[in-house]
């Protein structure tokens, strides 16, 4: 396989990266004007809004960038995915705010239901982006990166980094409600009935970071020996 080749190969799987970034975007508005509640993490860069003036995307991809560097530091290279989940999420939620295409039910069951729907893109959006197999989400990173750091257990280092970013946002005005735990509780399953329809295993997926990434494009074909 050729360079050209190899470059083709990466290009082929952004369409299924990005639609899966902006499905995700979709996914967290869908939360947040169900007005129940938002995931801890949204919980977070809602309150800090609250008190500078950045929008949700732009506290999004400033959130993505430091828990990178921080990912980084405890021994965490991100992937292609990493990067642009930190940067297009935020987009793309920005400019589907601007377009004001969500409105919220004027009734319980349209904002449950606009919940859930919520919650049912999460699951898929995370699948589209994780199945080109170049790097989880910089919180995933995070979590990934304690878990190695730390020797504890995956529910451990994500309730434990889950909570306190619920906390912090909360403190700062963040929307907390039923639809918190419902996402907290349900997510999870949502994923998994994702990965089961598409037909993803992430427990024998090897994810390419970018230095392998840049590895791969640069390594250079074997002569073939003469016979």
Known sequence: MNNNEKLMMILKKMPSLIFGLFLYALAILL????????????VFHVGVTRHINLTLGQVSELTGLAILAVSYFIGVIPGLSSILNMIFIGVFIDIINSLSVFRTPATLPGRITM????????????????RVEM?????DSLMEGFVKKLDKPV??????????ALILGYLMGGPVGLGTLLIAFTVGF????????????????????????YKFLKQ????????
């Open 190 to 213: 949502s994923v998994q009935l994702a990965f089961k329809i598409g037909r993803y295993s992430s427990e024998n997926v090897q994810h390419m970071d970018i230095i392998q990434m």
């Open 220 to 227: 250079k074909e074997p002569l073939e020996k003469s016979i």
């Open 135 to 139: 790097g989880a989400g910089p919180r």
């Open 31 to 42: 939360t947040l004007y169900s007005k129940l509640g938002v995931s801890p993490w949204d």
């Open 115 to 130: 919940l859930l729907v919520g919650i049912l893109a999460m699951g898929w959006a995370t699948y589209f982006y994780l």
């Open 155 to 164: 529910w451990l280092i994500r309730g434990t980094i889950e909570i306190m």
